[in-house]
């Protein structure tokens, strides 16, 4: 997601910051991002988001390098499926530390800077998080990822009611399955292998049995794609009217009431 989200923005006319953990990689999709634009468009940074000073640095780096920042989105996300009856703390501490703590000290980090750069004018700024249609339904042994995504957001909507008076606006998205990335189809850590093992799915033989179970479960017939989330990372700052929300991009598989 986190490429096709850049590569839309990019599009779209932004100046794109990639920060990963992976610095090299997040340089790779720069470059990728540059080469294609034929100008620069994007720079790397390197970042670990479940490390407080390590947020601290990548907020200074930006700000040296841009001046400000009017859209930050919240990315980056694990997941450990498993059993409550079996996962280890280990594993949850892991899925928690980037997914809740981790989107809470990206948004203490970039929320002065935005709130003192909209107190120059009469803008707003945004911060979009990624979440999850987990995070609007639960998921059977996938508790650790499930509450963190229920979790943050209610971190979304509590940061939109205080982050209004700095003219900040603050959502999440929450994208059905992306079948084709890594976080599903990589052979070793991928979690069509991880729900395999886990036994997720009754009867599953194999990741294909697994995968279309779940092609089953959308009634628009496919998974989510990277640029369905970057069309409503985009709904959500070009609507002036909106903040505190949770908007789903499921092809129909969650609806809210």
């Not at 609007?136 to 509450?147: D, T, V």
């Amino acid at each position: 997601f986190g490429f096709g989200i850049a590569e839309a923005l990019v599009a779209e006319g932004a100046v794109v910051a990639i920060a990963d953990v992976n610095l090299a990689g997040a340089q790779a999709a720069a470059d990728k991002l540059n080469g294609d634009s034929g100008k620069t468009k994007a720079l790397a940074l390197a970042v670990n988001i479940s490390d407080e000073n390590s947020v601290r640095e990548m907020t200074e780096c930006l700000v040296r390098a841009c001046g400000g920042v009017d859209l930050f989105v919240a990315n980056a996300g694990v997941l450990r499926a498993g059993s409550v009856k079996t996962m280890t703390r280990e594993d949850w501490d892991f899925v928690t530390d980037i997914n809740y703590t981790g989107y809470f000290l990206c948004v203490k980090h970039i929320a002065p800077v935005m709130a003192r750069q909209n107190a120059a004018g009469n803008g707003w700024t945004d911060i979009v998080q990624v979440n999850s249609k987990s995070g609007l339904e639960g998921s059977n042994r996938n508790g650790a990822y499930a509450g963190s995504k229920f979790g943050t957001i209610g971190l979304t909507q509590s940061f939109a009611m205080e982050l209004v008076t700095d003219r900040i606006k603050v959502n999440s998205v929450c994208p059905g399955n992306f079948f084709d990335g890594p976080l599903w189809s990589d052979p070793v850590k991928g979690l069509l292998v991880q729900y395999l093992n886990s036994n997720k799915v009754p009867g599953a033989k194999t990741v294909e049995d697994v995968k279309k179970f779940y092609e089953a479960k959308i009634p628009m017939n496919r998974g989510c794609f990277p640029l369905d989330v970057a069309r409503a990372i985009v709904y959500a700052v070009e609507q002036k009217y909106e903040t505190g929300q949770a908007i789903p991009v499921t092809g129909g598989q969650v609806m809210l009431n």
